[in-house]
């Protein structure tokens, strides 16, 4: 079938990209770059790819675009965008001219740098030739014609200049908008194939992916097998699209149905037992959605403080500033009174003098009052007469020391007060040891209660003995006599309260006390009696003690007794201290207005700043509540989001400790209840009742999805009812589903098995060098295989019996393999197919051949695989012309190139290639057409470090007939001087 429309790319321009200052290729002849290694001569050829599919940045690269260098090295996203777009000078053109229906068109696709690894697109319909200018310019002092930037070049600029001439100019970011444009194939509509350069049958991400992995074919001829699995595998999935034999739907659910049929019964049985916990569940709901609104009202409360607190600090502020401009007025008058106050220096040093005398007074006073308080219900003068007696039994002590005679009367009166508190030790333990008889344990509460209100002594007896009866019934009458009025008695007439406190004794303290008495005296007594015999420095250290006891009683003595006179030594040294002020007052008349005047001011100061300092513990007593609130925000997201939208409060609330904690123990309730909500519905979910949603196992989940899980719980019971009639037409509409599921299957593998019958068909009468014909195997997955061949063998659609469990384990093995865990549910065919291989017979040969054939002549079957792919993505009676590149000439023996060039260019292709200046004439020769593109560089490059030029045409090996219409062209002028036959 003829092409009546033909698209060819015809030039590519790069400019200050892939290590050029300015590169000018054509595309459309069978062409050699020549140059030195890494000067970007694979760059050149790569950066097509970018025309060709519709992207906007570089993520993803590896996956896009696939750029590697000659050993296999794959750039990234970074250096991919650093090596085509390192400067904003960088711009990438292509050149497209159409044939339609025997008219011609021309438009460029311009590429630029864009921001975050991303780049734009102009269109414009206008030649290269006619835009060629707004990138580089040669200037007449140029007599080399190498060419130089164009100053000020920017996007912005091009865009506009363009436009001007070309109403059609357009700018595109848009991916869907860049598939349009490019994949048009609207052949009758000029406007629609604008802008297009490879018509596409349906522009349908599949296509577009299949037409990514055909060009990453022809970019790299000698690509893996796995490679061209990859673009086999794209075709046969969009082709599988058409037709209704796509794998659409979920095995692992389909898996899963075969267990969720048998535990059914048992879900339905246990929701009819956890009925008493849903009743619980919808009681609490009940009760939550009645304090719902507290969290509103907390919102009203925290807004009303923030603002309370925002009118309380700027009052603080505003009596701070009170504050400094009183004390800037107070300041020159304190001056005044300073330098006048000097001449009273003299009335106040008496003044002093006055003070230090109150002040020591004072001293002894409070000294001689701490003593006297030290004695809790004592007089002064009984305390004076403990004192003596101190004093005197100490005098004893030192003169019993000191002289025989005393020792004798002191030992006499140790043995007596022995012998007394012996007496009274043994009436304590007498009271001990008969406590159980105390009348505190045989008497009522209310009779001890009237006995200790007359005597507090009374409720301390202890008869020794259990109470007779009649000892009993006489204190009982006793006590009728008294007529209990509440908080008083009545003994006919006479009122007297009740005492609220009542006497206790510590029996084993007083014991103990005596203990320590006769135990001190009996060690006095002992150690006078041994005195004589004691070392003299011993008794001198007792007699110093009680001499420092004694002049301690002593002082305690005179702080005590001299405590009136102090007091009345005091008015006096006041009455001084007044005399003196009113002298000064008398003579500083001059002061008294300056003194009125700080005095109001600093009255002023004073209330200012009790203005400010009730401010500021309004403004503390709001910030200690703010942090309170601030506490229970946060423990309640709910809370903080909706502070989040509103900033007014709705209804004005009062602000108090009292009403927060009432607001916060609510919230505390409903959280309680929420809790308990939740706690509920998780249990749910957890039994598979509800289905589990994430959220409501988050710290604080959504309002709706509470409510949502309720009503879905809700519903469960509601429609229980009716579950059993469900699972009963479930089971049956899984059993037909099986024969569906293994249907689509079958066709997926059927598909495959067509696609390839197809390519082979397309294969024959192919030749490839020596090879005459040549067959083409797609090689599934054996797991896939091997599953419809079990399939094909058990599998009986119309048998009664449930399919076997070695069946679903191995259709669970398939979806593992093929569906990863349930990430998709299709079947795609990238997983499917692994290998694309080829058999082949050479001439004069029978048999097929399997082994691996040469790199040129596995290339040559690539590309006419390519050929017959791209034919089935192509829309009908279109012809696109495309360069396949083979980045390295010499991996192919010159002796192929005659056949290899001819049977590409028969192909619709057009060879690109790389070599090195050291390639052979003769394979330079043959190809025809090359560039030496490290030969020139640019005096004036955009950026200095790319300098390099190729432009202005390839040069070319041209026969007899040509050379004479080469001579008539200028650049013949290139070759004078040149002792060499063309």
């Known amino acids: 079938m003829s092409h009546q429309f033909n698209f060819v790319l015809k030039k590519l321009v790069l400019v200050d990209s892939a290590g050029f200052c300015y590169s000018e290729i054509e595309l459309d002849k069978h062409t050699i770059l020549l140059g030195e290694g890494n000067v970007g001569k694979s760059s050149l050829l790569n950066c097509i790819r970018l025309f060709l599919l519709p992207e906007v940045n570089f993520n993803r690269a590896k996956d896009k675009f696939n750029f590697k260098s000659s050993n296999g090295y794959e750039y990234d996203k970074n250096e991919s965008f650093g090596h085509y777009f390192p400067s904003k000078y960088s711009h990438l053109i292509i050149e497209v001219e159409k044939v339609i229906a025997g008219k011609r068109y021309t438009h460029c696709q311009i590429l630029n740098r864009g921001k975050n690894l991303s780049f734009e697109r102009i269109f414009t319909a206008l030649p290269y030739q006619e835009i060629q200018h707004l990138f580089w310019q040669v200037e007449k002092e140029d007599e080399h014609n190498i060419g130089s930037r164009v100053e000020k070049l920017s996007t912005q600029d091009v865009f506009t200049k363009i436009k001007a001439k070309d109403k059609h100019c357009i700018s595109v970011r848009d991916p869907q908008k860049l598939k349009d444009l490019m994949y048009a194939r609207d052949i009758l509509s000029e406007t629609e194939m604008r802008y297009s350069l490879f018509p596409l049958n349906d522009a349908s991400d599949e296509n577009v992916e299949s037409l990514r992995a055909l060009i990453l074919m022809l970019f790299d001829m000698e690509t893996s097998n796995e490679g061209v699995a990859k673009a086999v595998a794209n075709i046969v999935e969009s082709e599988k699209k058409e037709t209704s ?54 919102v009203d409360f925290y807004l009303c403080l923030s603002s309370n607190l925002k009118q309380v600090s700027e009052s603080v502020t505003t009596s701070a500033n009170k504050i400094k401009d009183l004390q800037q007025q107070l300041s020159p008058i304190t001056e005044q009174v300073k330098t006048i106050s000097q001449s009273l220096f003299t009335a106040n040093a008496n003044i002093k003098t006055a003070e230090q005398s109150i002040s020591k007074t004072q001293k002894d006073i409070d000294k001689g009052e701490s003593e006297l308080s030290r004695y809790a219900n004592m007089s002064q003068q009984e305390v004076l007469e403990l004192l003596d007696e101190e004093m005197k039994d100490t005098q004893d002590k030192i003169q019993s020391l000191k002289d025989v005679n005393a020792r004798r009367v002191r030992i006499k009166k140790l043995e007596a007060q022995v012998a007394q508190n012996k007496i009274t030790q043994q009436n304590i333990e007498l009271e001990i040891k008969n406590s159980e008889f105390a009348i505190q344990k045989q008497l009522p509460n209310d009779t001890l209660e009237l006995l200790n209100s007359i005597n507090q002594r009374l409720v301390l007896a202890n008869p020794g003995k259990e109470l007779e009866k009649h000892e009993i019934d006489a204190i009982e009458n006793f006590r009728g006599l008294f007529n209990d009025q509440g908080y008083l008695y009545n003994f006919w007439g006479q009122e007297f309260k009740k005492s609220n406190t009542r006497m206790t004794r510590d029996l ?132 903080q989001k909706q502070l989040d939208k509103q900033d007014t409060f709705n209804n004005p609330v009062t602000v108090t400790p009292e009403y927060l904690s009432l607001l916060q123990n609510d919230l505390q309730q409903v959280d309680h209840l929420r809790a308990q909500i939740l706690e509920g519905l998780r249990e749910f979910a957890r039994d598979k009742f509800i289905d589990l949603d994430n959220d409501l196992f988050s710290p604080s989940p ?136 080829y058999r082949v017979k050479k001439d004069g040969h029978d048999s097929w051949q399997t082994k691996q054939q040469s790199t040129s002549t596995t290339a040559l079957i690539n ?120």
């Open 863 to 982: 590309l006419k695989l390519v050929r017959i792919l791209l034919a089935k993505l192509r829309a009908d009676s279109c012809m696109v012309k495309l360069p396949v590149i083979m980045d390295e000439a010499a991996n192919i023996n010159v002796n192929q190139y005659e056949w290899l060039l001819r049977d590409i260019k028969d192909s619709g292709f057009y060879l690109f290639t790389a070599g090195t200046h050291s390639s052979g004439a003769e394979l330079v020769h043959m190809i025809g057409n090359h560039y030496d593109v490290d030969a020139l560089k640019t005096a004036k490059p955009y950026t200095t470090e790319r300098a390099r030029v190729v432009w202005d045409g390839p040069q070319s090996f041209y026969d007899e007939d040509s050379f004479e219409s080469f001579v008539e062209d200028d650049q013949i002028e290139l070759l004078e001087g040149v002792n060499e036959t063309i």
């Open 245 to 298: 034999d796509a794998l659409n739907f979920d095995i692992q659910s389909f898996l899963a149905a075969h267990d969720s049929l048998k535990q059914e019964d048992q879900k339905l049985t246990d929701i009819e037992n956890k009925t008493k916990e849903f009743e619980a569940l919808k009681s609490n709901f009940a009760k939550y959605s009645e304090l719902s609104e507290i969290e509103s009202r907390f």
């Open 702 to 837: 959504m309002p709706s999805t509470i409510y949502q899980a309720y009503t879905n719980v809700k519903q469960i019971y509601d429609e229980l009812a009716g579950q059993w009639q469900l699972l009963k037409s479930k089971t049956r509409s899984h059993n037909e589903s099986v024969s569906n599921y293994v249907d689509i299957l079958e066709k997926n593998f059927e598909h495959i098995s067509r696609f390839e019958n197809q390519l082979n068909r397309s294969f024959e009468g192919i030749s490839v060098n020596d090879l005459t014909q040549i067959e083409v195997s797609i090689h599934v997955d054996p797991r896939f295989k091997n599953l419809i061949s079990e399939i094909q063998k058990s599998y009986n659609e119309f048998s009664e019996q449930a399919l076997s469990e070695q069946f679903y384990l191995r259709l669970q093995a398939f979806s593992n393999a093929f569906f990863k865990d349930g990430e998709r549910n299709k079947l795609v065919m990238s997983d499917v197919i692994k290998k694309v291989s």
């Open 508 to 639: 084993q303290r007083e014991l103990d006390n005596v203990v320590s008495e006769i135990n001190a005296d009996l060690s006095e007594k002992s150690a006078l009696e041994r005195q004589d015999s004691e070392n003299p420095l011993i008794v001198e250290k007792k007699l110093q003690e009680l001499d420092r006891e004694l002049k301690a009683i002593a002082r305690e003595k005179t702080a005590i007794s001299e405590l009136n006179h102090n007091v009345s030594a005091l008015k006096v040294y006041n009455k001084q201290l007044s005399d003196n002020q009113a002298v000064i007052t008398e003579f500083t008349p001059q002061i008294e207005s300056l003194l009125k005047r700080q005095a109001e001011l600093s009255e002023q100061i004073e209330f200012e700043q009790q203005q400010k300092a009730a401010f500021s513990n309004e403004q503390t007593e709001l910030f200690t509540l703010q942090g309170s609130a601030n506490g229970t925000k946060q423990a309640y997201p709910k809370i």
